[in-house]
């Protein structure tokens, strides 16, 4: 479990200034210390100073107000709603539009960025991503979109400074990030001609970059999902960004967000079918490939490579080809469950490919040795699409592989492994053992056709001697 605090920390507290002497306020300690009652009552109490200093003209006096605004909400339980019933965040938004001062501005704008922010706790449970804790409500977010500062912003993306660039994308990512509704309010915007165009850019700052890449990442994700038109353009720029290897040392969150983006694009099959040349290209496959023994990188692209597997024949191909099932021994011994899982996720859409590989084989081998019961569903699932996709020739030699021996194991194992109500499994399962029952009887038929001596029908003993038959092939 690992806590990411979205909110940027302080830097400089040091305020050199004579005309801040009389106020503690700016001084070298935190704004907001003691109880939660004192401290609201020491804002309260500092906020109409702030306000007179912002009016009184002098510029520096004006810029250490703007970040005693800041600061105040930089704290871990910031006090929005008194900044916002202050009147602040239009003040805010006025220096942004209007102040000359570059560092006005970017204090500014990351005061309207702390009340977009929230902390979150991700837990890595099968790349789900839970929301534990949330300072900034949708409302406050909402606040803040309806006093007209997201244009603002998004026309900061082409600002020569810097700064300022990086703290507008950073504001906008939270605010596309928080709802399906904000986020398609942002990219109906414009949004995505102005962040190519930063994308462009030269020599863009690995921060910009890295600001970028999480809010492209936000801008694909939500459900329902965007519309296809705005983030279609965004595919190019994502994989480029997944195959600059050369910035792996410099800052993987650059690349691991960008990952993330194509995860959430191709989740949507519409979106894969629309964008499948853009997607389907060999270098992009062959690097997600080569994630694949990245520990960081590792765990989101097998569910991008297992969602493209699912998709048309000529993708998968381009996938195989690229040597996607030659080191799959080598995915199945690490030490990663998740990782395992969804590696043998990925197969159960290609099981023919899978048969003929001898990967399946494998599979039945190293059922014994998998203590996760979540891994063992996922054998199963690939085990019963075998079955049901085979061909009839596939199917003799799943029978000459003892699929029955590991039939018998998923009945075992669906007696107590925590399955969904709405799983499906069980249901595929029956249909597994009656089509293996179904040939076997075909394939003794066959055989008794071929000997007179041994009747085709009949009762009592008869009928119990082309049981047997049946059995024979099957069991």
């Known amino acids: 479990m690992v806590l990411l605090n979205f909110v940027k920390s302080e830097s400089n507290n040091n305020i050199p200034l004579d005309d801040l002497s009389i106020d503690p306020l700016t001084r070298d300690k935190p704004i ?103 300072v900034g409500t949708n409302e406050q977010c909402r606040y803040v979109v309806d006093h007209g500062v997201v244009p603002t912003l998004i026309e900061l993306l082409a600002s020569p400074v810097d700064s300022l660039r990086e703290q507008s994308c950073w504001a906008i990512s939270n605010v596309v990030g928080d709802t399906p509704a904000l986020r398609d309010y942002v990219l109906n915007l414009n949004l995505t001609d102005h962040l190519l165009n930063t994308l462009n850019a030269q020599n863009l700052p690995v921060a910009i970059l890295k600001n970028l890449s999480w809010l492209l990442s936000n801008c694909i994700r939500g459900n329902p999902p965007p519309q296809y038109h705005h983030i279609e353009p965004f595919i190019p720029a994502i994989c480029k960004l997944i195959m600059n ?72 191909d381009i996938i195989i080809g690229c040597g996607f099932l030659e080191h799959f021994p080598e995915y199945l011994r690490s030490a990663n469950g998740v990782f395992v899982k969804d590696c043998v996720w990925s197969l159960s859409n290609i099981t023919k490919t899978v048969i003929k590989s001898g990967i399946l084989q494998d599979l039945l081998k190293l059922w014994p040795t998998f203590t996760r019961n979540d891994v063992k569903l996922e ?39 925590t399955l969904k109500p709405t799983s499906v499994l069980p249901y595929h399962y029956l249909e597994s053992v009656n089509r293996l029952l179904k040939i076997g009887e075909r394939l003794a038929m066959q055989d008794q056709s071929s000997d007179p001596a041994v009747p085709l029908a009949g009762n009592g003993r008869e009928g119990s001697t082309k049981k047997k038959s049946i059995f024979r092939y099957v069991f």
């Open 32 to 134: 907001l210390t003691g109880t939660a009652d004192a401290t609201r009552k020491k804002v309260i109490q500092k906020i109409p100073l702030i306000i007179r200093r912002i009016q009184s003209g002098n510029p520096d006096l004006l810029h250490y107000s703007v970040q005693d605004i800041r600061k105040i909400l930089s704290d871990r339980d910031p006090l929005i709603d008194l900044i916002i019933q202050h009147g602040l965040v239009q003040i805010l938004h006025g220096l942004i539009l209007t102040d000359t001062r570059d560092d006005t501005k970017f204090e500014a704008i990351w005061g309207l960025t702390n009340i977009l922010s929230m902390y979150l706790v991700y837990i890595y449970t099968n790349l789900l991503i839970i929301l534990k804790k949330k």
């Open 245 to 316: 290897t050369d910035q792996i040392e410099s800052n993987t969150d650059i690349i691991n967000d960008a990952l993330w983006a194509l995860l959430h694009f191709t989740d949507n099959d519409t979106f894969v079918k629309l964008s499948k040349n853009l997607i389907c290209q060999y270098d992009l496959i062959s690097t997600l490939i080569k994630y694949l023994f990245d520990k960081t990188f590792s765990k989101v692209s097998i569910r991008i490579l297992g969602n493209l597997l699912s998709g048309e024949d000529d993708i998968v």
């Open 379 to 417: 054998i199963s699932w690939v085990i019963v699409n075998s079955v049901g996709g085979a061909s009839h020739l596939q199917t003799q030699e799943l029978i000459k592989m003892d699929i029955i021996r590991s039939l018998y194991n998923i009945l075992e194992l669906m007696k107590v492994a």
